[in-house]
């Protein structure tokens, strides 16, 4: 079974503090996601990673950046925390070609005070 | 902008009866369709994907497809009380393996009266 695991359940950060978020997959997919997701506004995807040291921007990367040293590791940082980044941050991972799935982690879910 | 349109909900429908749980989706080059279940407090679970116009298959559920009138849905016959969730209709652009994100809907939350 595909294994997406994140690095904390829950999180409560403080204003202005750089917050690393972890995840790490064990099935070599190739791609790697950060999604949040907040009531009203669904699931919306912040950064994807193709590759090693590749990185793309999703739909609101704003306030975020993301770092992939490893296959298998997908990082998302907030640089400088802020209340609105106080949210549900899914991680993601699949293969690529053809018609494939993405899976999810198990979620971290972020407050920020 | 791709969009992709739900129902909110709630849906409420008797247990063993069929949930029927409908999706729009705006880009017409969209290929891959999925639909994803998500418990309280929980992340998505992947439980359907298909690819193709007509119907997939698979235990209690089935997808559906039709391209020509971009929407895409989910049956769920004999419903329990474990099917209570919120299900995410999800598209990508494209077969290379959805490399660039899924494009989610916000969901239906399907109550299973027992």
């Known amino acids: 079974d595909v294994k997406v695991t994140q690095s904390s359940r829950y999180l409560v950060k403080r204003t202005g503090e750089k917050v690393f978020l972890e995840c790490v997959q064990d099935m070599d997919h190739e791609n790697m996601f950060w999604y949040r997701q907040d009531p009203g506004l669904g699931l919306r995807l912040i950064y994807f990673s193709y590759d090693v040291k590749m990185k793309e921007k999703g739909d609101i990367p704003e306030g975020y950046s993301v770092s992939r040293e490893k296959k298998e590791r997908f990082s998302l940082i907030l640089e400088s925390a802020s209340t609105n980044q106080t949210s549900m941050y899914l991680c993601a991972s699949s293969l690529t070609g053809g018609h494939v799935m993405q899976y999810f982690g198990p979620g971290t879910r972020l407050t920020v005070t | 902008q791709k969009e992709v349109e739900q129902n909110s909900g709630p849906l409420s429908v008797p247990e063993g009866a069929i949930a029927s749980l409908n999706c729009t989706y705006s880009?017409?080059?969209?290929?891959?369709f999925f639909w994803y279940r998500q418990y309280s407090g929980k992340s998505p679970e992947l439980i359907m994907f298909i690819y193709s116009n007509g119907d997939k298959e698979d235990g209690r559920f089935t997808a559906q497809l039709n391209k020509a009138s971009q929407y895409v849905s989910l049956l769920i016959r004999d419903s329990q009380p474990s099917d209570s969730a919120t299900y995410l209709c999800a598209v990508t652009l494209g077969s290379g393996g959805g490399a660039d994100g899924l494009t989610f809907g916000k969901g239906t939350h399907l109550i299973i009266q027992p």
């Open positions: 880009d017409r080059g969209s290929q891959s």
